[in-house]
């Protein structure tokens, strides 16, 4: 690999993939960022099998390739730099980072260690307002239980009809439930509890990086038990919570 690629984009999404990284992984590569460079793009992936985040930005691609790096520590290094154009390339087993007045080495693991982690495709569940989501999100997700002992209390309730998008949080002394219009929603009405950690992470996204007119899109992976939230260039996906 050996790319060029602007540090503020770079930063920015190290910050999203970060979001999917466990301080104390039980499988070393699951602390690093997998980063796959082809066809202009830079691709950032992480996840901690619960979650997973897929971040793209624009490069200028010498050679392409894929490598996994400490996504934490790459983070620090890389937040820490001025603004400009960085070099990232492979060497060896090394993953080096050159910037105007610095430059750093990193330890890397094999990007064929890194699991897989499904990509937004085909037509979405619902497409909306992602501020007005994010609105909906912060209306709903305090109500939701923080007690691991009923896991079906710590998800939202998420039903989606042709016309209207309901979330609903509970954990059993209190209620949220919060109605949102959409444009168009599927054939069959869709009925899931999805995790409220997972939608935090969601809501931070939309905050960092929507503006008032930017739509955020919802799929559905029933095969993997899975959904996934595309805003922009960046993805989320997340586990289902399994019950009533």
Request: glycine content about 6%; cysteine-free; proline content about 5%.
């Given at each position: 690999?050996?790319?060029?690629?602007?540090?503020?984009?770079?930063?920015?999404?190290?910050?999203?993939?970060?979001?999917?990284?466990?301080?104390?992984?039980?499988?070393?590569?699951?602390?690093?960022?997998?980063?796959?460079?082809?066809?202009?793009?830079?691709?950032?992936?992480?996840?901690?099998?619960?979650?997973?985040?897929h971040?793209?930005?624009?490069?200028?691609?010498?050679?392409?390739?894929?490598?996994?790096?400490?996504?934490?520590?790459?983070?620090?290094?890389?937040?820490?730099?001025?603004?400009?154009?960085?070099?990232?390339?492979?060497?060896?087993?090394?993953?080096?980072?050159?910037?105007?007045?610095?430059?750093?080495?990193?330890?890397?693991?094999?990007?064929?260690?890194?699991?897989?982690?499904?990509?937004?495709?085909?037509?979405?569940?619902?497409?909306?307002?992602?501020?007005?989501?994010?609105?909906?999100?912060?209306?709903?997700?305090?109500?939701?239980?923080?007690?691991?002992a009923?896991?079906?209390l710590?998800?939202?309730?998420?039903?989606?009809?042709?016309?209207?998008?309901?979330?609903?949080?509970?954990?059993?002394?209190?209620?949220?439930?919060?109605?949102?219009?959409?444009t168009?929603?599927?054939?069959?009405?869709?009925?899931?509890?999805?995790?409220?950690?997972?939608?935090?992470?969601?809501?931070?996204i939309?905050?960092?990086?929507?503006s008032?007119?930017?739509?955020?899109?919802?799929?559905?992976?029933?095969?993997k038990?899975?959904?996934?939230?595309?805003?922009?260039?960046?993805?989320?996906?997340?586990?289902?919570?399994?019950?009533?």
């Open positions: 690999m050996n790319i060029k690629v602007i540090q503020e984009k770079f930063a920015q999404a190290l910050v999203h993939t970060n979001k999917a990284i466990n301080s104390k992984p039980n499988i070393p590569v699951l602390s690093n960022v997998l980063l796959k460079a082809s066809n202009g793009v830079l691709e950032l992936s992480s996840t901690n099998l619960e979650i997973g985040v971040a793209k930005i624009g490069a200028e691609i010498e050679e392409e390739g894929e490598i996994t790096v400490s996504a934490k520590i790459l983070y620090e290094f890389v937040n820490s730099l001025k603004p400009g154009k960085l070099e990232l390339k492979t060497d060896g087993q090394r993953f080096v980072v050159n910037s105007v007045d610095n430059n750093a080495e990193f330890f890397t693991i094999p990007s064929d260690e890194f699991p897989s982690i499904p990509i937004a495709s085909g037509q979405p569940l619902a497409t909306l307002n992602a501020l007005d989501f994010a609105d909906a999100l912060g209306k709903t997700t305090f109500a939701a239980s923080s007690d691991n009923r896991p079906v710590t998800g939202l309730l998420f039903k989606i009809t042709k016309r209207k998008l309901t979330l609903v949080g509970v954990d059993g002394f209190r209620l949220s439930q919060k109605v949102l219009d959409i168009e929603g599927p054939e069959t009405d869709f009925k899931e509890i999805i995790p409220a950690r997972s939608l935090q992470d969601v809501t931070k939309i905050r960092d990086i929507s008032e007119k930017d739509e955020i899109e919802l799929y559905s992976l029933p095969e038990n899975q959904v996934i939230f595309k805003i922009g260039d960046v993805e989320l996906a997340t586990r289902l919570i399994e019950g009533e």
